[in-house]
């Protein structure tokens, strides 16, 4: 199994504040990477797929890059309905495992 | 809009099954789609369960294949989910959701999920 790592596992930040998450992967995994937001008691909601196509309707200020191993989510400037938990998937392989999530807090 | 709905018994015994389906509206299982399930245990992550594609292929996590088995019904449009000698490490909220294809697969949409808890 392709094992996914996440860090940091919790950050907290401000309102305004630029956010990054990272994914690194056990293997190489080229782009198939996707970001998912989770809000408490909800499913999780695709944000960007193929590491940074960023799904309709998502705002502009998440953003995916990076490729291989070692892959980011961005959000550029926090908003109050960013705090979440986020998680990256890998889809190269079966199965196609998650991270363990990041959890966003409030400062 | 696509829609999925989860359901089934809430309450499992050890060593019993646990036996859910998921209901699709908005779109055809028979359609070039895999079809999802993953599993949340409460307060801890996301777990892929497994994947099964219209034509009946399947893919499941190794960690639970000896357990698993997924189906379809056309005639309902819906997909179901089994998994035999549960304990309660499998209790957790459990998601269908839909992947689609284009080059990479996304879970596009999901159900609300079901939680099951594995108790005597």
């Known amino acids: 199994d392709i094992q996914m790592t996440q860090s940091p596992s919790s950050l907290s930040a401000s309102v305004g504040d630029r956010v990054t998450i990272t994914c690194r992967a056990s293997q190489s995994i080229s782009s198939y990477l996707n970001w998912y937001q989770q809000k408490p008691g909800k499913a999780p909601k695709l944000l960007i797929s193929a590491a940074s196509n960023l799904q309709s309707g998502v705002p502009s200020r998440f953003s995916g890059s990076g490729s291989g191993t070692d892959l980011t989510l961005t959000i550029s400037s926090l908003q109050p309905e960013d705090f979440a938990t986020y998680y990256c998937q890998q889809t190269y392989a079966t199965p196609r495992t998650f991270g363990q999530g990041t959890r966003v807090l409030i400062k | 809009q696509v829609q999925l709905q989860e359901s089934g018994p809430g309450l499992v015994k050890p060593s019993g099954t646990l036996s859910l389906t998921c209901a699709v509206s908005?779109?055809?299982?028979?359609?070039?789609?895999?079809w999802t399930w993953v599993r949340q245990p409460p307060g801890k992550g996301l777990e892929w369960i497994g994947e099964i594609y219209h034509s009946g292929d399947t893919h499941y996590n190794p960690s639970l294949r000896s357990r698993v088995t997924m189906s379809l019904d056309n005639s309902k449009n819906q997909f179901s989910l089994k998994l035999t000698s549960v304990t309660a490490a499998d209790t957790a909220v459990y998601y269908c959701a839909r992947d689609y294809f284009s080059g990479s697969h996304e879970l596009d949409f999901w159900g609300q999920g079901t939680l099951v808890t594995v108790s005597s």
């Open positions: 908005g779109a055809s299982i028979s359609s070039n789609y895999w």
